[in-house]
């Protein structure tokens, strides 16, 4: 409602043309409608993973052995769903995005412990790296931790889908930047490079496949993240970590209580 | 028993086809992708393939194709077992690249599948 305040606003002063406004709104209702089918697709995998999960349990006679398995992928898919809400909720302002001082190396140890169940299940060797103790930094709580956890997700079943000699390695990751502290979520079997991060913006919505060389599954984790960073000013970009290629934000620290 | 190679991408469908599979006395193999797929059947030709379309890496379709530019496997059934509808591509178009089936995983069980193999094994 804000936002519509706001245009009508930037309308009266002329800063801002009804042709302008449309476009702005039909970009917008386009990302939308790609974001849906997206995670319509997407929740395509856990759905299919628990519906053969059950079958096999009926077809050996083994439910026990199945019941974890079905167990944790349906509350993976209700997390991402969770997160889609939430993003979407965000988006139309429904919740503010309101930036706090919120201690990272505690969002990060929430998230591995979130994502430690799933890394197991796709044999991934999930590690949490913090380099260094680090202040507070500005960002919305559960907001990071959602899309954290939304970007661990892509990566461990991408991951856990690539022929590697090794247990391939996920990790979660912070390290101090120049303009702030990088947290994010880096790989070692597979490289990201910014042209497959811009040719999976071209493809987002297209194709089940964004990311070519990265996954088999259509990666919705990577926009509904990106979408809940950029509600908070941050930017999800191509990062290393430690010779390991992956996604991460840059956040400000939060300089108050330094002060206190 | 056939020697059967099942190339999916998601460690958990795999799994699950897998036990299915075992359980009706065939020998199966996994690959996760086109290119270790590839080179595995270059080790050992199997019987039938059994495949997603959307891979890591490649997709699917470069794969068929590849599998068709060697004689030697270009009598290999291919079965397609997908999350991707088939779009109205005519069967003759499949027929050229070695597919005998096309399964759309939300419409198929797993014992359709299984039952599917062992007729296109005996008829084959």
Known sequence: ?260 | MAKILLLEPDALLAKNTLGALKKSGHKISWQSGAQPAISAIDKQIPDLIIMELQLTGHSGVEFLYELQSYPEWQTIPVIIYSHIPNAGEPAKHWQQLGVVAYYYKPHTKLKELADSIDHILMTA
């Open chain 1, 1 to 260: 409602m804000n936002l519509r305040i706001g245009i009508l606003g930037y309308m009266q002063e002329g800063k801002i043309s009804a042709p302008q406004l449309r476009g702005t709104s039909k970009r917008r209702q386009s990302a939308d409608e790609r974001l849906l089918l997206s995670l319509a697709e997407h929740l395509k995998l856990p759905l299919l993973q628990i519906t053969q999960s059950a079958e096999l349990a009926r077809l050996t006679n083994r439910p026990l052995e199945q019941l974890e398995s079905i167990e944790l992928t349906a509350e993976n898919a209700l997390k991402l769903l969770d997160n889609y809400l939430f993003t979407t909720q965000l988006a139309q302002q429904q919740i503010a995005a309101e930036l706090e001082p919120v201690s990272l190396s505690a969002v990060l140890h929430d998230v591995a412990d979130d994502l430690h169940k799933l890394a197991a299940q796709y044999h991934c060797n999930l590690q949490l790296h913090l380099s260094g103790r680090y202040e507070p930094i500005m960002a919305h709580r559960r907001g990071l931790e959602a899309a954290l956890t939304s970007l661990g997700y892509v990566f461990i079943e991408a991951q856990g889908s690539v022929e590697t000699a090794h247990k391939p390695v996920v990790k979660l990751a912070a390290h101090r930047g120049k303009k702030g502290v990088v947290a994010g979520m880096f790989a070692d079997a597979e490289g990201l490079s910014s042209d497959m991060y811009q040719k999976a913006h071209q493809l987002y919505g297209r194709a089940r496949q964004p990311l070519t060389g990265l996954t088999a599954s259509n990666g919705a984790g990577i926009f509904i993240a990106e979408s809940i960073l950029s509600a908070m000013s941050a930017r999800l970009r191509v990062a290393r970590h430690q010779k390991l290629n992956g996604l991460a934000a840059t956040f400000m620290p939060s300089y108050q209580l330094s002060i206190v």
